[in-house]
T-cell receptor
Framework: DGGITQSPKYLFRKEGQNVTLSCEQNLNHDAMYWYRQDPGQGLRLIYY???????QKGDIAEGYSVSREKKESFPLTVTSAQKNPTAFYLC????????????FGEGSWLTVV | AQSVTQLDSHVSVSEGTPVLLRCNYS??????LFWYVQHPNKGLQLLLK??????LVKGINGFEAEFKKSETSFHLTKPSAHMSDAAEYFCVVSPMNRDDKIIFGKGTRLHILP
């Protein structure tokens, strides 16, 4: 089945540690996105990529980094510079060719311990 | 500029009664409009989408939405609520221009009363 796979589902980060959230898609979509969702809040855009080897900062990029070396993969690194990283992270891809539909992964919970 | 406004942050209905979740949009051109549902600790699941075909769009789980250009609205409805419909619902504008950002509403939490 085609879709987006995020891993891990739950991740714990110690103070001062960098962690990486994985996002893989087999939908052949060029556009991919990372969002942060805090409890009771909407979605905020962290980074997005319209094509391989290119990505753009979203509204809350500080303390995060990404790479897009392959079309299928768009990992997000939460660095120690992100002072309040505890949140639910959602990866998405968009079919810009047909229908403009957005597809989401199941999300990853990151907690600072 | 594009924008999406979900008019209610919380909606409560009794099981078996109709559901109405309101969404207004602003766009300089005909947008692609979507409704997504999010259950706790899950990703967003597509309920339905409008992409300039029929103005009345039918989705999954008995939901439907009507695109009204004159009112710039895309309200989500369901004739009879079920307990399993309790979730967060997001109205979304996905721009036709691939360089423009996706616009999310702030969400409406639907509560179903027994």
């Amino acid at each position: 089945d085609g879709g987006i796979t995020q891993s891990p589902k739950y991740l714990f980060r110690k103070e001062g540690q960098n962690v990486t959230l994985s996002c893989e898609q087999n939908l052949n979509h060029d556009a991919m996105y990372w969002y942060r969702q805090d409890p009771g809040q909407g979605l905020r855009l962290i980074y997005y990529s319209q094509i391989v080897n290119d990505f753009q900062k979203g509204d809350i990029a500080e303390g995060y980094s990404v790479s897009r070396e392959k079309k299928e993969s768009f990992p997000l690194t939460v660095t120690s510079a992100q002072k309040n990283p505890t949140a639910f992270y959602l990866c998405a891809s968009r079919d810009v060719v047909v229908g403009n539909t957005i597809y989401f992964g199941e999300g990853s919970w990151l907690t600072v311990v | 500029a594009q924008s999406v406004t979900q008019l209610d942050s919380h909606v409560s209905v009794s099981e078996g009664t109709p559901v109405l979740l309101r969404c207004n949009y602003s766009s300089s051109y005909s947008p692609s409009l979507f409704w997504y549902v999010q259950h706790p600790n899950k990703g967003l699941q597509l309920l339905l989408k409008y992409t300039s075909a029929a103005t009345l769009v039918k989705g999954i789980n008995g939901f439907e939405a009507e695109f009204k250009k004159s009112e710039t609205s895309f309200h989500l409805t369901k004739p009879s609520a079920h307990m399993s419909d309790a979730a967060e619902y997001f109205c979304v504008v996905s721009p036709m221009n691939r360089d423009d950002k996706i616009i999310f509403g702030k969400g409406t939490r639907l509560h179903i009363l027994p």
